[in-house]
């Protein structure tokens, strides 16, 4: 290798001087230059270069103040005791003052940006100096790739403060969010394209900006990773691609709720910041919320375990509230904060309190906009309540999630009763169709707290609608000594109902779901029966009448069948001479038998009715008895 000279320094044609080293300077690849002696001695942190003056002072405006603009011309020796980058920025630098290529890639552009801008080497002390190159770089082949702004602004983070003062981190972060609201316009025009393709072109689904670079995105830092968040949200990025984000970025960062509490005070600091930042760059509260509800629970869970604010939990408890048709029981069961012991229960049943009246409100604020409705829309809203509608299936929902929450935490000995029925009582009495996962939950719970006082035991028992009770659950209530003997009675006053009823072909009116009953209805607390909105009411009515009028088809079948069976019996009779005996003693017995039915039922009225009225209403009418012979 031949010896490595330094050029000189001589005015370029704009008037300033730049060092302009030889060919073998600009092409050789031996570091460090040992041809010739230093006269400079640099020290960086714990390292130390042995460098010659002419090359650094061509390049780097910080090196011309520190040599020639200073009246020692002796100074052999310069001290950084910080750069940017540490050694491995400097040496490059320093190799580019040389004339020694470098190469430029996404782990070392940013501390080299930020190097070369704290030893000034910009335009003014030579052309192409370092500055202008990395610049370059960052625009030609950082800035046009997502993924790509997402790695140098993770290496930005322990460039800081630098990296602020020369705005390199706020250039990356718009340059994040301005791509991704491109990416969502793209996309969006590419799903305008595949819904209205030709009949032979196959349809498929476009990717979205998160299969790109979503992912990417975990590597930030919290407080880069709310800074390009928020930036998104300012300029109009979708709500469900911003929840992707955050759940993907939460999946990364936050530990399980098991493995929380183990951690270290400082690690379950560090838990807590996490969840606060998430749950502020959470999208806005609705009930179509692009936040999965599961996601939304295990925050709770562990926002709980780290002891977060009041106004974060509240904030969680209701966007949970919000979407709570869509929850399974798996997402509502949030355990206590507290260890267990023989005075605390599993899980929150206050939370669940709140969340569930949460739900429970938004019927409110529905009556509270109808009064600006007019009678037309009222009446769309009425059909749109009907039992299979969209609202009508959400309360269904609820209440079977509500029971069986209720059988889940029915098991808890630490339960107080006071708790548990304040749960049952929440939901009003047109959430449910059927009554049997409360009957169910109820019989645990008395089951498990035997000593539970009688008046608690009989209120607790009253939130059974007993007239909603299937066949199996009134037959193992009417001989469920638990309950008390009043609802016992209640039972088998109704299923007497319902037989009775069922015998006179479902003319009578039928009292399930009714308020007609010698029972009254429960009064909730809280949020309860009495809070039933008018269109809930004529939903509950319309339910009902479908049940009813299933209910005496099925009985109109049951009797067609017993008078063709006495019809076939009687013609079999008929047939058989020495039988007319028998036929004769067994009409007389069924017309005893209608005419006690009409006694009955005469009795239970009160008022005479004329003789086709009172025939319309027996299944067996009486016939005139005719000589076989």
């Known amino acids: 290798m031949g010896v490595v000279t330094l050029g000189e320094l001589k005015p370029s044609v704009s008037g300033k001087r730049t ?34 003056k002419f090359p650094l002072v061509s390049r780097s405006g910080r090196f011309r103040k520190l040599l020639l603009d200073v009246k020692d011309s002796k100074v052999s020796r310069v001290s950084f005791p910080a750069v940017p ?13 040389y004339g020694i290529n470098v190469d430029f890639n996404l782990s070392n552009i ?21 500055v202008t190159r990395a610049e370059s770089y960052l625009k030609e082949i950082v800035l046009p790739n997502t993924s790509s ?25 718009n340059a994040i969010a301005n791509n991704a609201c491109k990416e969502q316009l793209t996309s969006g025009l590419l799903k305008l394209d595949h819904n209205f393709p030709s009949k032979a072109a196959s349809i498929m689904e476009p990717e979205t900006p998160l299969d790109w670079w979503g992912n990417s995105m975990n590597v930030l830092s919290l407080e880069f990773f709310e800074r390009v968040v ?96 869509q929850a399974i029981l798996e997402d509502i069961l949030i355990p206590t904060n507290s260890p267990l012991s023989t005075h605390n229960t599993m899980y929150d049943i206050d939370s669940i309190l709140r969340i569930f009246s949460t739900f429970l409100n938004l019927d409110e604020v529905d009556d509270q906009d109808s009064d600006f409705r007019d009678e037309n829309q009222m009446m769309y809203e009425y059909e749109f309540d009907s039992p299979g509608s969209p609202k009508q299936s959400s309360i269904l929902k609820v209440s079977k999630l509500m029971d069986n929450f209720l059988t889940e935490v029915a098991l ?4 107080l009763p006071s708790k548990f029925i304040a749960l049952a009582e929440l939901l009003p009495d ?54 008390p003997v009043q609802i016992g009675v209640q039972v088998l006053y109704y299923e007497q109902i319902r037989l009775r009823n069922a015998m006179n072909g479902g003319h009578n009116q039928i009292m399930f779901g009714g308020n007609h009953g010698q029972f009254p209805q429960r009064s909730g607390s809280g949020i309860g029966s009495g809070a039933i909105s008018p269109r809930d009411n004529y939903a509950s009515v319309r339910r009902e009448n479908r049940e009813l009028k299933l209910e005496v088809t099925r009985m109109r079948m049951r009797l067609n069948d017993l ?9 079999e009779l008929v047939k058989t001479g020495p039988a007319q005996r028998f036929f004769k003693s067994f009409a007389k017995k069924l017309s005893k038998f209608n005419a006690l039915f009409r006694i009955n039922s005469i009795r239970g009225s009160g008022t005479a009715r004329s003789g086709s009225q009172t025939r319309s209403r027996f299944p067996f009418q009486r016939r005139k008895c005719h000589s076989v012979s």
């Open 563 to 571: 008078e063709k069976d006495h019809v076939s019996m009687k013609q």
């Open 19 to 52: 060092f302009r080293p030889s060919s073998s300077i600009r092409h050789a690849t031996e570091w460090p230059i040992s041809d010739v002696s230093s006269d400079l001695t640099i020290q960086v942190g714990a390292s130390t270069f042995s460098l010659h």
């Open 110 to 130: 940013a501390m080299i940006h930020c190097t070369s801008h704290f030893l000034e080497m910009t335009e003014e002390f030579s052309e192409k100096n370092l």
């Open 412 to 415: 808890d000995s630490n339960l």
């Open 230 to 325: 928020s930036v998104m949200k300012s300029k109009g990025l979708k709500q469900d691609l911003i929840s992707k984000i955050l759940v993907n970025y939460a999946h990364n960062s936050l530990q399980g709720t098991s493995t929380v509490s183990s951690l270290d005070v400082e690690s379950q600091k560090k838990q807590k910041v996490i969840v606060e930042t998430i749950v502020r760059l959470l999208p806005t509260q609705s009930r179509k919320s692009s936040v999965p509800i599961a996601f939304l629970s295990c925050l709770l869970k562990t926002a709980i375990a780290t002891m977060v604010p009041t106004s974060c939990r509240s904030d969680l408890e209701r966007r949970i509230g919000l979407q709570l048709d």
């Open 430 to 483: 047109h959430a449910r169709v059927t009554s049997d996962g409360l009957y169910r939950a109820v019989d645990i719970f008395l089951k498990v707290h035997s000593n539970i006082k009688d008046s608690e035991r009989y209120r607790l028992s009253k939130t059974i609608d007993c007239q909603k009770l299937s066949q199996e659950a009134c037959s193992h209530a009417a001989q469920n000594e638990r309950l």
């Open 149 to 173: 702004i997402i790695n140098v602004l993770h290496h930005c983070e322990n460039l800081v403060p630098l990296s602020e003062e020369i705005n390199l981190v706020n250039r990356l972060i």
């Open 85 to 97: 980058g540490g050694v491995e920025a400097f040496e490059l630098a320093a190799k580019f003052c």
